[in-house]
Every structure is written in structure tokens, then in C-alpha cells.
């Protein structure tokens, strides 16, 4: 049965050109589960919208 | 000076500069030592033998010239296999990067140990691509712990921590983008240096994610540790990342009183999910250093995942053509984190960014009540090598993706860290020494101050 993701894993992987075989579904999907749930951690605090990304970050 | 296999890069150099030992000996020692044991430890992936002798004789050469020599002159070091070594093919753990032409010029950070007299011997088994906690390599082997040669060294600099653990060099290099420096010294025993991002030029090395990129040695005391530091620092115009900072050298610093230093403990996150083992080392530091006071770093989980956020999808981006081409040349673990990397929304990268931004503010404000702040380097000792899960508190938990996550707050905004060891038996554990930005000399003070008092100390290889 499909996955709420599976269809956003296929449209990504081919908009992307990335392969994408059925054995390696479920450990892709089980991955970018745990990254969307870290994105939603952090997607979920307010910050200023004057906040500035840190893309080359001088410490 | 007896060249044992436990001297300290301090001991050779000094040995080898007043003529009791000549480079070509202290070579030749370390040669004999990684070929007996690195059959077993599986550290190195490449032992550069003709390239160190010659450099060894050059030393030798210029001695008996009369020549003055470097700080280092004599000392074997070995470097992670994703620093540039001329003549090799800088595999950064992979099997796809075995087809690259060899490297025509040396890393910026082996130029310089070199011209400080230091003698490469090799390169080093890692975790694939630096995305790795574990120090298992599917090409190569693993790296084995020199402490137990059953369990994991830790990653993904895996083959440095083995090597300096197991004492077959007394200097390594490593990299460290989420904590693949402060990791291996935990589980090896041995000290690291995580210096400020920016602080070593990361030059003729392969990347991993360019926002959280660092290089640092490890070594087997705090006195060697600051030698290789003082000796790579300065600008460098081949990594764009590199600071105009003039050399801060730390050496001469280290016996320099650290009372009056304000020493905290991070609570939270920092004190959540971690074994008795890791309490026991923060504590037997604490102890040492008189700190009773306890700071919670502001959103530090969310730090964490903010971190592995951009490291998902910038080693995503880095890789995407490989993924494309030779998506069955990569360990298929890797290959199924970095496609997944590919596909998280770009919008939540950026976020990453800019709470980046805002935790740095945080945690820069905090640094102006504190000098140092004291937290695990790993929630626990090393464990078994092929470990999927450990227990804690009655739940069960994923080994790799835990490893690292009181270090990833820290390497998030890019803080200078020693990772010291604790001896603790039968395994030691690794306690970080962290400090706010540009302030590498406080941490090795510290970490130095310790090893005075015998709180740390690398203890010598209990599985050899």
C-alpha cells in the first residue's frame, strides 16, 4: 500500500532525474520522515522576518 | 629518548632536533607499528612508505647540516583519506571517488604540518563521504577500537581516532562537520580539536556540507594537540571560509592560570538521553574545575535539527550528479540519506539558515557570562561495531543517529571544542571543552589544566 509520501518521492525523484528502485523506497522514505519532522521543528519558530540566513557562516 | 610507541609528538621533535633520535628512526618506529597492528585496527587505506622516508632523510639531512628545524620536525602523522595527498586519489571513504585522477598538491593543512617538520605516513579509513557517526566503512572495513577491537571507533574520522588511540601516530588530522572529530576522540580515548569554523583552511580537502565544514587534529596530549593547531593556523585565499585572522599561536599559552575562568555545565538537552558513563565524565571534569553552575543553551534540539537539516540537503546538492550516475557505487545508507536530502523543500533549508542566525545571537550572549561550557561529547561509551539500537531508561533507540547529539549544537555555529578523555574503565568517554568563537587558547588551557591533574588522559591502547 502506498505511503502518504510515495507520491512526492516520485515526483521529486523525477523532476530531480534521481533513480529511485523500489528496494530503496522505504529507506529513502523512512529518511526524509525524519528530516521533514527536524524541518517542522525548526519551521515552527517564529523568527523576525528581517532575519538574515547564515548561508557562509563567520563564527 | 626511547622512541616508544606512546611519545608524544612533543618528546620525537624535541629528541629529534637535539640529534638523541633521527627522523628516519621515528618513522621507521611508527611504520613498525602500523604494520603490526593495522592489520587488526584497520585505520589506514593507504601507508605513504617511500614519500616518508625521503621526507624523513631530508630532515635527517638537514640536522646534520646544521640547519634549524620546524616545532614537529620528525613527528609521523597520518590524515583522513579526504585531505588531498599528492599522488593519491582522494577517496573520502567512497568507492566512486577511487576513479578520480591523484591529487597533484597536498591539502593547505599537510603543507603546513610538514613545513613544520612533521612526516606523513598515510591516509585514513572513514565513514563514507563524512556522513557517518560509526567509523564502519562498506568499502574498506571498519576502523576498529583500539580500546576493544569489537566495537566502533566512532566516525566519521574512524581511521584517526583508531590511529592515535593505538598509538601508531602520534598526530592525525580529521574532519568535522557534526561532530566526526569530537566522536572518535570520545570513543578512542585520545584529545581532538574542533577549532572555530574558519579557523583552518579546509583547502585541497573534500567537502561535505561547505556551512559546517571543519578540520582539527587529534593527538594523544593537550601539548601536542596546540603543536599541530599552532602550526596550520593562518589565512588561507584557497578556502573562501578561511579567516584574515593573523596566527593566534596557543602553545605558549597553555601553563597560563585558569582560575578566575567561568566554567558552567549545559543542562537540557545536553543532560537528556545520555548513559551514567557520560554524567560521570561531565561531573569528574566539573568537579576538577570548581563549576557547579548549570546553563540550559537556548533551543539546542531545535540547534540540532536545524543541523541536520542543512547537512541532509547540502550533502544532497554536492552529491546529486554521483547519485545520477553511480547511484549503486555508493554504501546503499548513504545513498538513501542523500536522496532524501534531495527532496526536502528548499524553504526549509532556508528556515534552517536563519535560526541559525538567531541560536548564534543566543548562544554569543550566553558567552558573555561564561569562558566555558562543559557537555558530553557522547551520550555514551563505544558501542559494538554493527550496533543498531541501545537501550536507555527502558526505550530503545537508533545507535547512529544519537551519536551525535550533544555535539551538532555546538558544530551548528561553528564554536571551538577540545574534546578531552576521560579514563574511565573499561572504556574512556569524551567530555567537551567548548568556548565562544576565536577562543581556541581557553579550551586548551582547560583541556591542558586537566591533563595537570590527571582528570584526562589518553589512556594507552587496552585492545592491542
Redesign the interface.
Known amino acids: 500500500m502506498a505511503e502518504p509520501l510515495d507520491d512526492y518521492i516520485d515526483a521529486v525523484s523525477k523532476a530531480l532525474a534521481l533513480p529511485l528502485e523500489e528496494a530503496w523506497r522505504p529507506a529513502v522514505r523512512a529518511n526524509l520522515e525524519v528530516s521533514l519532522r527536524f524541518g517542522r521543528l525548526v519551521d515552527e519558530f517564529a523568527l523576525p522576518d528581517e532575519t538574515e540566513p547564515a548561508p557562509v557562516f563567520t563564527a | 629518548m626511547t622512541n616508544k610507541p606512546e611519545s608524544t609528538a612533543a618528546d620525537i621533535a624535541k629528541a629529534v632536533a637535539g640529534g638523541q633520535l633521527s627522523a628516519v628512526a621515528a618513522v621507521e618506529a611508527a611504520l613498525a607499528r602500523i604494520k603490526q597492528h593495522d592489520t587488526i585496527l584497520n585505520s589506514f587505506t593507504d601507508v605513504t612508505v617511500e614519500r616518508a622516508r625521503a621526507k624523513a632523510r631530508a630532515i635527517d639531512a638537514d640536522i646534520a647540516a646544521g640547519k634549524k628545524v620546524g616545532p614537529l620536525a620528525g613527528v609521523p602523522f597520518a590524515v583522513k583519506n579526504l585531505f588531498d595527498v599528492a599522488g593519491l586519489s582522494t577517496r573520502a571513504g567512497s568507492k566512486i571517488n577511487r576513479d578520480l585522477a591523484p591529487a597533484k598538491r597536498d591539502a593547505t593543512l599537510i603543507e603546513r604540518l610538514e613545513a613544520a617538520g612533521a612526516v606523513l605516513v598515510g591516509a585514513l579509513n572513514m565513514g563514507e563521504y563524512a556522513y557517518d557517526f560509526t567509523g564502519e566503512n562498506v568499502h574498506d572495513g571498519p576502523s576498529r577500537n583500539p580500546h576493544d577491537t569489537t566495537r566502533m571507533t566512532g566516525g566519521s574520522s574512524g581511521g584517526s581516532g583508531s590511529a592515535v588511540g593505538g598509538a601508531l601516530v602520534p598526530i592525525a588530522l580529521g574532519s568535522d562537520t557534526n561532530g566526526s572529530i569530537r566522536v572518535p576522540s570520545s570513543f578512542c580515548g585520545i584529545f581532538g580539536l574542533k577549532p ?3 579557523r583552518l583552511s579546509r583547502a585541497r580537502s573534500f567537502p561535505f556540507v ?2 559546517l565544514d571543519h578540520l582539527g587534529p587529534f593527538a594523544r596530549s593537550v601539548t601536542d594537540l596546540a603543536l599541530a593547531y599552532d602550526a596550520m593556523q593562518g589565512q588561507d585565499a584557497d578556502d ?2 578561511c ?1 584574515t585572522r593573523g596566527v593566534e599561536p596557543v602553545s605558549p599559552l597553555l601553563g597560563d592560570p585558569i582560575a578566575g575562568l567561568r566554567v558552567a555545565i549545559a543542562g537540557g538537552h545536553f543532560q537528556k538521553n545520555v548513559f551514567p558513563e557520560a554524567i560521570e565524565a561531565v561531573s569528574r571534569v566539573a568537579k576538577a574545575l570548581g563549576a557547579t553552575h548549570v546553563v540550559d543553551v537556548p ?1 539546542a ?2 540547534a ?3 543541523a ?2 542543512i547537512t ?2 547540502e550533502g544532497a546538492s554536492l552529491h ?1 550528479d554521483r ?2 550516475k553511480r ?1 549503486n557505487d555508493f554504501d ?2 548513504v ?3 542523500l ?7 528548499a ?2 533549508v ?9 541560536y ?1 545571537s543566543q548562544v554569543t550572549e550566553l558567552f558573555k557570562s561564561i569562558d566555558v561550557l562543559l557537555a558530553p561529547a557522547t551520550p555514551c561509551t563505544a558501542p559494538k561495531l554493527g550496533q543498531v539500537n541501545f537501550t536507555l531508561d527502558g526505550v530503545e533507540m537508533p545507535v547512529r ?1 544519537n551519536i551525535g547529539i550533544h555535539t551538532q549544537p555546538i558544530s551548528f ?3 571551538p571544542v577540545v574534546a578531552v578523555p576521560v579514563p574511565l574503565e573499561p572504556l574512556p568517554i569524551g567530555v567537551q571543552i567548548i568556548t565562544a ?2 577562543r581556541e587558547d581557553i579550551a586548551l588551557r582547560v583541556a591542558h589544566a586537566l591533563e595537570q591533574m590527571g582528570v584526562v588522559s589518553a589512556p594507552s591502547p587496552r585492545g592491542l
Open positions: 572555530t569554523y574558519g561547505a556551512s573562501a571560509a579567516t533551543e534540539s531545535r540540532r535539527a536545524a541536520y537539516v541532509t540537503t546529486l547519485l545520477r547511484p546503499p545508507a545513498r538513501d540519506r536522496i532524501a536530502g534531495a527532496m526536502v523543500p524553504s526549509l532556508d528556515r534552517a539558515q536563519k535560526f541559525r542566525r538567531w548564534r543517529a555555529i561553528g564554536l568563537p576565536w
